[in-house]
Antibody, heavy 122, light 110 residues
Framework: QVTLRESGPALVKPTQTLTLTCTCS??????????MNWIRQPPGKALEWLAR???????FYSPSLKTRLTISKDTSKNQVVLTMTNMDPVDTATYYC??????????????WGQGALVTVSS | QSALTQPASVSGSPGQSITISCTGT?????????VSWYQQHPGKAPKVIIY???KRPSGISTRFSGSKSGNTASLTISGLQAADEADYYC??????????FGGGTKVTVL
C-alpha cells in the first residue's frame, strides 16, 4: 500500500525558509519511473505544481518559483524534501506531495499525501 | 490566474449528465495526450479520475469519461449522484512548464 505523508511547520514568518518533508512508504524512491512532486493549494483556490524529482535524481521546477525552490531526496529514509526561501503571506497554502509512476510517458499523479497546511504570518 | 480555464461551477440534478470544459493552448492541452482530471472533496486530497485524456484508473466508475478536441478537454459525469458533489481540476503536461492546472470547477448536485 502506497502512502505519502507530509510534515513540516504549520506556521512560518515572512522571509523565513520553509522546509517540508514527504515520507513515502510502499515503494522505493529509487525504483525506475518513480517521480515525486510537490503541489500546493492556497485556501479556496486552485492547485499549483511546484517541483518534481525523479528516480534518477533529475529535478524540475515551476518557472515562476524556480529561484526559491529546492527539491531533494534522501533514499535511505525514502523521503523527499522541498525547501522554499523568502516565504510570503501569499505562500499560505496546503502543500501536497504526489507521485507519478512514469511509464511510456510522464502521465498523472496517482497517489497523494493528506497535505500539510502552512500559514505564513508574523 | 490558472493556466487552464474551467467554469467556476456546474450543477445538475441526480441522474443527469454534466460536462466540465478545460481550455488550454497548443503548448499544453493541444500538444500532448496527457490531460488528467482530479476530484477533490472538501478537506481531502485530490484523487485522479481520468488520465491520458480519456483513460480511467482501476476502480473509477464508468460514469466518469474524458474527451478532447483541439485545445479543449472535457470531463463528463453521467448519472449524477450526490457523492459526485466536489471540486474538479484538470491538469495537463506542458513541456518545459511541466504541469499546469485549471482553476477548478465546483459541481453541485441539486
Amino acid at each position: 500500500q502506497v502512502t505519502l505523508r507530509e510534515s513540516g511547520p504549520a506556521l512560518v514568518k515572512p522571509t523565513q525558509t520553509l522546509t517540508l518533508t514527504c515520507t513515502c512508504s510502499g515503494f522505493s524512491l529509487n525504483s525506475d519511473g518513480m517521480c515525486m512532486n510537490w503541489i500546493r493549494q492556497p485556501p479556496g483556490k486552485a492547485l499549483e505544481w511546484l517541483a518534481r524529482i525523479d528516480w534518477d535524481d533529475a529535478k524540475f521546477y515551476s518557472p515562476s518559483l524556480k529561484t526559491r525552490l529546492t527539491i531533494s531526496k534522501d533514499t535511505s529514509k525514502n523521503q523527499v524534501v522541498l525547501t522554499m526561501t523568502n516565504m510570503d503571506p501569499v505562500d499560505t497554502a496546503t502543500y501536497y506531495c504526489a507521485r507519478i509512476v512514469r511509464g511510456m510517458t510522464i502521465s498523472y499523479f496517482d497517489s497523494w499525501g493528506q497535505g500539510a497546511l502552512v500559514t505564513v504570518s508574523s | 490566474q490558472s493556466a487552464l480555464t474551467q467554469p467556476a461551477s456546474v450543477s445538475g440534478s441526480p441522474g443527469q449528465s454534466i460536462t466540465i470544459s478545460c481550455t488550454g493552448t497548443s503548448s499544453d492541452v493541444g500538444n500532448y495526450k496527457l490531460v488528467s482530471w482530479y476530484q477533490q472533496h472538501p478537506g481531502k486530497a485530490p484523487k485522479v479520475i481520468i488520465y491520458e485524456d480519456n483513460k480511467r484508473p482501476s476502480g473509477i466508475s464508468t460514469r466518469f469519461s474524458g474527451s478532447k478536441s483541439g485545445n479543449t478537454a472535457s470531463l463528463t459525469i453521467s448519472g449524477l449522484q450526490a457523492a459526485d458533489e466536489a471540486d474538479y481540476y484538470c491538469c495537463s503536461y506542458a513541456g518545459s512548464r511541466e504541469f499546469v492546472f485549471g482553476g477548478g470547477t465546483k459541481v453541485t448536485v441539486l
